[in-house]
């Protein structure tokens, strides 16, 4: 046969092909098998009839914003795709035209699928023409529906592989879309749905982007310019070198079309040719890494790990990250402002961030657990390898996932605790752990015991010292303190000698179980074997010192427990959370449980008003450790100060009614330092950050017990 006639009869044949794609479309029902030039087409009808009738959406990914508490201040964007929808009425006209122009002429004549269209595409294709394609915006709808509803890999490469198939699969449901959504309904989904390139998804996103604007002020260029991204967005992309000529004749190609459409005048065409094209993007930050220029990335970061543990959010940490980087939450947290500034200040007033010693301190709200501030003397910050003052932490955990140092930049949440970061001994702060479970046990803040200089305590001690017989020996950071001492005066003064016994009378087991009412965590594979076991208990006669890991977080909520009566609420970073749709949700807010009676709440609050220098209602407090405190503060306040064998650690805890701030000073790098630290750095950074925030409000007594 010559080929002139083998010519003429593959058209016809090609021909044929689109005469039964158009009766397979128009009646919804079988196609035969063809195959002919390498293009092979099988749409059976039993496997058209197995599709669904109706497209099966789901939401594209959209951003999750967490604000401050003011429910304004945008503390981080949390997102995979930067994309927020807007509704059609949001979206200029030019926008909506522009990709009409580009994309699909037809749009708004045909029911889904342009016949004529597949019909050229088809006689081109086959003819070795420019590849075309043929499909409409609703079927490029289709597509990108298909795939963000794909529930594996494979059915991600199934909606979006270039093979007849997938393009029968969705002239069938564009059909089907078609009778279900008017055309505007679909062009505003395409439009929010559509990648434009830099990490842009979405008109809205694109819009900020490229022009720094909502979608709703694009003029003509600006829309034919995004409108013309669509196809290809890095091939399109102005911002690159080989991309820009490409972007620009590209945007004009659109613009003559809008022009040829009705769309624009001539004179509106020719004035948009003349406009620039952006050559910079702006991509938005994301996550909390971004915002450690406002000292904001330790709570942010102390949010992010409280939403993965959120079981309402998923089964697994993954399934949590997926749903807050794509739910288009509205997050407002707990985050105080005015008082993460006053922290941060007073840090910096103290120390600098290239010390390796971190003062951190953290406050939180009495009666709701919500934390306020966070902060420390470091950035939130992924380390630089190449600044020499950065050290592997000596936690292997934390050194083998790449998170090397602590200082001047840190990742790790030195502040809140995790389990490869469990905390540092916090020293005398824990004797108010021990003075709850004696007035739990009946006995009242009167109760005196003889405090000698050393008291060789009951617990058994490998490491005691010669003379103490094998058994725990705690001495007085003075002798001065030997004495009769009651809860008032001991815990004023401080005195060790006074606390071991008190915590014989009380029961070991017990004073741990009070620890853990009041939210201390025992994060380290040690602690918590001794924590989860009272037989063990018997085996940590230090305990009352402090001897056990914990953070200023703990602390701060620990003490924040005794200034609302007793109850014990969880911290969170939780004001409100509401969905994409406008619903709010439960998870986050305060959860708050009885960790003791209000009587031994208040008693040992009136005795921990001693060591800041404030008065107790019931008693006489003999001396105190912080006894500028209460000058400072200008308030009833509460506290107590801690500090450990060769001062590896110095802390403080101060609280009024409103509010708790605990600060720690320690090398996070515990096991390496020899550093002494100060009560001269760590206490003033606390009381003067509270003094920043009851400033201006009215005093508030503590109620008499």
Not at 258 to 266: D, N
Not at 268 to 290: D, I, L, W, Y
Request: proline content about 5%.
């Amino acid at each position: 046969m010559p080929v002139e006639q083998r010519r003429h009869l593959r058209s016809a044949a090609v021909l044929a092909v689109c005469g039964l794609i158009a009766g397979l479309v128009v009646a919804a029902a079988s196609f035969p098998a063809v195959a002919m030039s390498g293009l092979a087409v099988k749409a059976g009808s039993e496997e058209l009839g197995d599709l669904p009738g109706e497209l099966v959406e789901q939401s594209s990914p959209q951003v999750s914003r967490v604000y401050a508490s003011d429910g304004k201040t945008l503390i981080a964007l949390m997102y995979d795709e930067f994309r927020s929808d807007v509704p059609l009425t949001q979206m200029s006209q030019n926008m909506q035209d522009a990709i009409v122009a580009a994309e699909d002429h037809k749009f708004f004549e045909h029911n889904g699928v342009d016949l004529k269209g597949v019909a050229r595409a088809f006689v081109n294709n086959n003819q070795g023409g420019t590849q075309q394609g043929a499909s409409t915006l609703t079927m490029q709808y289709v597509r990108m529906a298909l795939a963000y509803s794909a529930t594996d890999p494979q059915e991600v490469v199934d909606a979006t592989k270039d093979t007849a198939q997938r393009k029968l699969n969705e002239m069938k449901y564009a059909i089907q879309v078609e009778k279900q959504l008017t055309k505007q309904q679909i062009l505003e989904r395409y439009l929010n749905m559509a990648p434009f390139g830099n990490g842009a998804y979405g008109v809205s996103a694109a819009s900020q982007v490229y022009f720094g604007k909502k979608p709703a002020d694009l003029t003509v260029d600006e829309a034919a310019l995004l409108a013309g991204m669509v196809k290809a967005p890095t091939s399109f992309d102005p911002t690159t070198e080989t991309g820009h000529p490409q972007a620009l004749a590209r945007r004009d190609y659109i613009i003559d079309n809008m022009a040829e459409l009705g769309q624009i005048t001539a004179a509106e065409a020719a004035a948009a040719k003349k406009a620039t094209v952006p050559t910079t993007a702006k991509r938005p930050s994301r996550g909390c890494v971004s915002v450690a220029k406002n000292h904001w990335g330790f709570f942010c970061d102390y949010f992010y790990r409280w939403w993965l543990d959120q079981k309402a959010f998923g089964e697994t940490t993954y399934d949590r990250e997926r749903v807050l980087k794509s739910g288009g939450y509205r997050i407002v947290t707990t985050l105080d402002l005015d008082a993460q500034s006053a922290a941060r200040k007073r840090i910096t007033e103290r120390t600098s961030d290239s010390n390796p010693n971190a003062l951190m301190l953290a406050a939180v709200e009495p009666g709701t657990g919500a934390v306020r501030a966070l902060a420390t003397n470091r950035k939130f910050k992924i380390d630089d390898e190449a600044n020499p003052q950065n050290e592997l932490s000596s936690n292997p955990d934390l050194a083998d996932k790449g998170i090397r140092g602590t200082y001047p930049n840190t990742v790790n949440p030195i502040i809140t605790g995790s389990t490869g970061v469990p905390g540092y001994q916090a020293g005398s702060v824990f004797k108010m752990f021990t003075m709850v479970a004696a007035l739990e046990k009946g006995m009242e803040l009167d109760t005196t015991i003889y405090s000698p200089q050393r008291y060789k305590s009951r617990y058994l001690d490998s490491a005691a010292p010669a003379g103490c017989g094998g058994y725990y020996c705690p001495s007085n950071a003075s002798a001065s303190e030997a004495g009769n001492f009651n809860m008032w005066t001991g815990f004023g003064r401080s005195v060790n000698t006074y606390f071991i016994p008190l915590q014989e009378r009380a029961g070991a087991e017990n004073v741990v179980a009070v620890a853990k009412r009041f939210g201390v965590q025992f994060r380290s594979a040690e602690d918590a074997r001794m924590a989860n076991n009272p037989d063990h208990a018997h085996e940590w006669g230090a305990f009352s010192l402090g001897v056990s890991a914990s953070t200023p977080l703990d602390i701060a909520n620990a003490y924040a427990t005794l200034a609302a009566d007793g109850m014990y609420c969880e911290p969170t970073p939780i004001a409100s959370i509401t969905t994409a749709d406008g619903a709010k949700l439960g998870t986050g807010k305060s959860n708050c449980t009885r960790a003791t009676s209000k009587e031994v709440a208040r008693k040992a609050l009136d005795a921990a008003r001693c060591p800041v220098g404030d008065r107790a209602q019931l008693g006489n407090c003999g001396g105190s450790t912080a006894p500028q405190v209460r000058d400072v503060v200008g308030h009833p306040v509460f506290g107590k100060t801690g500090t450990t064998d060769q001062d590896k650690t110095a802390a403080l805890v101060v609280g009024t009614r409103s509010m708790v701030v605990a600060g720690y000073l320690a090398n996070p790098d515990w096991a390496a330092h020899t550093d002494r630290m100060s009560h001269g750095i760590v206490n003033p950074a606390v009381y003067e950050t509270l003094a920043d925030y009851m400033k201006d409000k009215p005093e508030e007594e503590f109620p008499t017990p």
